[in-house]
């Protein structure tokens, strides 16, 4: 089955603590993203990804850190700097925007709840 | 600026009845695409159906369709013989350029939460 894995699914942390959210897909898309979605609010972009060892800062980055060192994982550290981190977290994955026969849907992962204790 | 706007935070339908979520757009893009997605309360976003700027006729997936009207910049989903799975939380969102460059994103609306009724 092909898809996107997020773990954990329920995650806590103490404040000043940085704490790693995992993103895996095996779906071999190139693009991937980092949603952060607040109640009440739709999702706000925290970095993405076009290709391996590059990505570019999403509209709400700051206390936040990402690698992607392989095409198919996509990890997000929320770091002490990020002053109001609880919130439930997406990760979503696409074909490379910009193909001719891509509409560059994007598919989502399960997500993850993150709670500042 | 470029923006979704869903104006029902909420709404009811009868099982079996069809619905009509509502979708406003603002972008001065000529290409652009519009997207559904449902988030049920598990938390995950699926996506349900695309249709791209271009696009002459509406899109349909099953029983949900999107009725495109360019000019008034409406994307509205209509889910038809509603079934009490589909109550969940609808999200419209268009992808737009973000830069000079290729890159795009998308922008959302804040949904609409769709409660369907036995």
């Known amino acids: 089955d092909g898809g996107i894995t997020q773990s954990p699914k329920y995650l806590f942390r103490k404040e000043g603590q940085n704490v790693t959210l995992s993103c895996e897909q095996n779906?071999?898309?190139?693009?991937m993203y980092w949603y952060r979605q607040d109640p009440g609010q739709g999702l706000r972009l925290i970095y993405y990804s076009q290709i391996v060892n590059d990505f570019q800062k999403g509209d709400i980055a700051e206390g936040y850190s990402v690698s992607r060192e392989k095409k198919e994982s996509f990890p997000l550290t929320v770091t002490s700097a990020q002053k109001n981190p609880t919130a439930f977290y997406l990760c979503?994955?696409?074909?490379?925007?910009?193909?001719?026969?891509?509409?560059?849907?994007?598919?989502f992962g399960p997500g993850t709840r993150l709670t500042v204790l | 600026a470029q923006k979704i706007t869903q104006t029902q935070p909420g709404m009811f339908v009868q099982e079996k009845e069809a619905v009509t979520l509502d979708c406003t757009y603002d972008?001065?893009?000529?290409?652009?695409?519009l997207f559904w997605y449902k988030q049920p309360s598990s938390g995950e976003m699926i996506f349900l159906i695309y249709?791209?700027?271009?696009d002459e006729q509406n899109a349909t997936e099953g029983r949900y369709s999107l009725n495109f009207q360019k000019a008034r910049k409406s994307a509205n989903l209509v889910i038809s013989a509603s079934q009490l799975g589909d109550s969940a939380m609808y999200f419209c969102?268009?992808?737009?350029?973000?830069?000079?460059?290729?890159?795009?994103?998308?922008?959302w609306g804040l949904g609409t939460s769709l409660a369907v009724n036995p």
């Open positions: 969102a268009m992808r737009v350029r973000s830069n000079a460059g290729n890159n795009r994103k998308l922008i």
């Open positions: 249709q791209g700027s271009y």
């Open positions: 779906l071999n898309h190139d693009a």
């Open positions: 979503a994955s696409s074909i490379l925007p910009g193909r001719i026969t891509s509409t560059d849907t994007q598919y």
């Open positions: 972008t001065s893009d000529q290409s652009y695409g």
